[in-house]
């Protein structure tokens, strides 16, 4: 037996319903505090180890990673910084990066958190100066002038799309918690529309059936006649 059109519209609302759960979800996932790396901040010149801090402590959280790569590269290559780690960090290091063995220059500096449900979230550190062997770019001081700091133009690059927090909302969980709230409402709302639509199909059915029992009862009754 085929779907009704009704049936066909309250199956295809609910897969609506659902997907809009995952998007809210999505957004919320992105809020601050769960990938967020706080230093070194964009365009800084770093020498020597560096240490990396930051967040990284979704609710549920698998595990992160760090990793590098040039920021002129166009085929994106990304170098690891260690191992994966599988502690969460909530506003401490993340973890060492020996840049002593990296030709100077532009880098971007990326942290991905793995989720439980087989999501990530990224973070990333744009414009990163690697100056090991060459000086940092200041202004050489002059007798009898204060010393100041040259502007440096940045190679350009295509920003990223950088994940954005849910609008308006402080409190991601009670967001979630609110729109799945909403979300039940409608689907219990729509499968009582779904019963009834099928309790009403089912009594013109039986309806159908005791019209027609009841015109064989007149006719048999006429040729007895």
């Not at 800084?44 to 180890?49: C, N, P, S, T």
């Not at 039940?184 to 019209?211: D, H, K, P, T």
Request: hydrophobic share 40%; proline share 6%; net charge positive.
């Amino acid at each position: 037996m085929g779907f009704s059109k009704a049936s066909r519209l309250f199956i295809i609302v609910c897969f609506a319903l659902l997907d809009a759960v995952f998007v809210v979800s999505k957004a919320a996932a992105q809020a601050p505090g769960y990938a967020d790396i706080r230093e070194p901040s964009g365009g800084e010149a770093i020498a020597g180890v560096v240490t990396i801090e930051g967040s990284a402590a979704h609710p549920s959280f698998v595990s992160y990673d760090l990793s590098f790569a040039h920021s002129d590269d166009p085929t994106e290559t990304w170098f690891l910084i260690g191992n994966a780690v599988h502690t969460k960090v909530a506003d401490g290091r993340l973890g060492l990066w020996d840049t002593s063995g990296i030709t100077d220059g532009f880098y971007t500096l990326r942290m991905r958190v793995h989720l439980s449900n087989n999501t990530m979230l990224e973070s990333f550190v744009e414009g990163l100066r690697i100056r090991n062997s060459t000086p940092i770019e200041t202004a050489t001081p002059q007798p009898g002038r204060i010393e100041t700091t040259a502007t440096i133009t940045l190679p350009t690059r295509t920003p990223r799309p950088t994940p954005l927090p849910f609008p308006g909302a402080s409190d991601p969980s009670t967001v979630l918690q609110t729109f799945t709230g909403g979300l039940i409402a409608g689907v219990l709302l729509l499968l009582a529309l779904g019963i009834y639509l099928f309790i009403r199909r089912r009594s013109q059915e039986r309806w159908a059936v005791l019209r027609m029992r009841q015109m064989l009862r007149h006719t048999n009754r006429k040729k007895r006649r």
